[in-house]
């Protein structure tokens, strides 16, 4: 076996199969770091989401950017809920199920205007069902909620949608579009709670979870891949020598004049 290795053939077998199983084991290592990454993401989330919250006006103006670092940072902001000029925003499974976003833009106590994601509800039916906006709050509503970035939709929202429904949860494209007049904030706030209660029956949105297991799995076929390169070079190894040696043991006739 070992007077194999020394042939011309398995030295390049063998340089190849080990750069083949350096390249899994780096994309194995790849993904694991990438697992890490992501639950430490979740977990500066989740932590982050939990202080308390402080009044929107402290962070931002209306028309400013989200700041840096900001994101699902709890705020409070006070207000009318303008639900007949709300959206409901399409293709927004939760648990295995497809639903919406119900995003009610808030006329604050300084004129200005705020979107609010006040929650889920499940889709009743087709895609191109007209779904009516779940019941809001009337009069002098504080929410508190997550404060997110707007999403990036399309100038032009879809003319094909059912009524009161858009693709995308962008800030600016929505309040165009529902006219509001004055100025808005550019990030929206998913609703954590309402005071009063939120008589919509809405479900509400979870923390972003942790994509790692997705990762992992990717991890384990990569070294899944290589244990299988190893076990090949060994497999087809064996069976040479043993071809080999029976070839030594019961040398083929030779010809006879």
Known sequence: MLGLLRTRRW????????VVIAAFGLLSQWQFDRAAEEN???NSVAAFATADPVPLQSLLQPGEPL?????????TATGELACEQG???RNRPLSATNGYWAACPLRT?????LWVNRGWLPAPGPAIEVVPMPLAPVGEVVVTGWLRASESGPEVPPGDLPQGQASHLDTDVLSSVAGLPGGAYEPYVVATALSPVDPGQLQQLPLPESDSAQNYSY?????L???VVVGGWFFFLRREAIDEAEAQDHPAPQPTG
Do not use: I, M
């Open 225 to 227: 891949f290589a244990t």
């Open 87 to 89: 959206y409901l925003v």
């Open 40 to 42: 430490a993401k979740a």
């Open 11 to 18: 030295v390049s077998f063998t340089v190849a199969a080990v």
């Open 67 to 75: 700041p840096d670092g900001q994101e699902w940072r709890p705020v």
């Open 109 to 113: 106590t300084d004129g200005s205007w």
């Open 219 to 223: 991890a384990g076929q990569w070294l």
